[in-house]
Antibody, heavy 123, light 107 residues
Framework: EVQLVESGGGLVQPGGSLRLSCAAS????????MSWVRQAPGKGLEWVAN????????YYVDSVKGRFTISRDNAKNSLYLQMNSLRAEDTAVYYC????????????????WGQGTLVTVSS | SYELTQPPSVSVSPGQTARITCSGD??????AYWYQQKPGQAPVLVIY???ERPSGIPERFSGSSSGTTVTLTISGVQAEDEADYYC??????????FGGGTKLTVL
């Protein structure tokens, strides 16, 4: 059974940092792209970042470029999101999601999601 | 930036058919995907590549595409289908984009 378990969320002051983790099990982690998707309270879904199987390619939504860094450790079956210079608008539930890529269509989607971890940026 | 447009809400009675639309200029060239999200839960993939249904998703869920609009159809709606539904796609060179979401109410 595929399982994704996020951790590391919490309350942080504006300008602060936080590192999210996602522990994966039930599938060959190193064979899949992985992504972070967030959802602000009462709002819709927003893709944040993704990373290729070997970590050689990483992509970010414009609003987090230069502040967030996605990474992975295939030996530990873990995905990470280092978040620096946090802003109030980064307040959201952050989901880790297994990502399937359709190369011929330059398309991707998310077939399994974790339960999410809440990040609150407030003074 | 690229946008996908969904109606904020759709209401149907049990047993009826619910249709949720999603519009975007790049949809004729890009696949669309649909997710169901119930309160306090993570999203669940219900349709991929416009019309494919993942294993474990009931047959009453189906997807279709016509021009710049894709549609999620739920036939014989049940009370348990009440949820928020999000479409997802991308434009030709941009990142993943989600629609704003549609709240399905089962009357």
């Amino acid at each position: 059974e595929v399982q994704l378990v996020e951790s590391g969320g919490g309350l942080v002051q504006p300008g602060g940092s936080l590192r999210l983790s996602c522990a994966a099990s039930g599938f060959t982690f190193s064979s899949y792209w992985m992504s972070w998707v967030r959802q602000a309270p009462g709002k819709g879904l927003e893709w944040v970042a993704n990373i290729k199987q070997d970590g050689s390619e990483k992509y970010y939504v414009d609003s987090v470029k230069g502040r967030f860094t996605i990474s992975r450790d295939n030996a530990k079956n873990s995905l990470y999101l280092q978040m620096n210079s946090l802003r109030a608008e980064d307040t959201a539930v952050y989901y880790c999601a297994r990502t399937l890529v359709v190369p011929a269509a330059m398309s991707e989607y998310f077939d399994y999601w974790g339960q999410g971890t809440l990040v609150t940026v407030s003074s | 930036s690229y946008e996908l447009t969904q109606p904020p809400s759709v209401s149907v009675s049990p047993g009826q058919t619910a249709r949720i639309t999603c519009s975007g200029d790049a949809l004729p060239k890009q696949y669309a995907y649909w997710y169901q999200q119930k309160p306090g839960q993570a999203p669940v993939l219900v349709i991929y590549k416009d019309s494919e249904r993942p294993s474990g998703i009931p047959e009453r869920f189906s997807g279709s595409s016509s021009g710049t609009t894709v549609t999620l159809t739920i036939s014989g709606v049940q009370a348990e289908d009440e949820a928020d539904y999000y479409c997802q796609s991308a434009d030709s060179s941009g990142p993943v984009v989600f629609g704003g979401g549609t709240k399905l109410t089962v009357l």
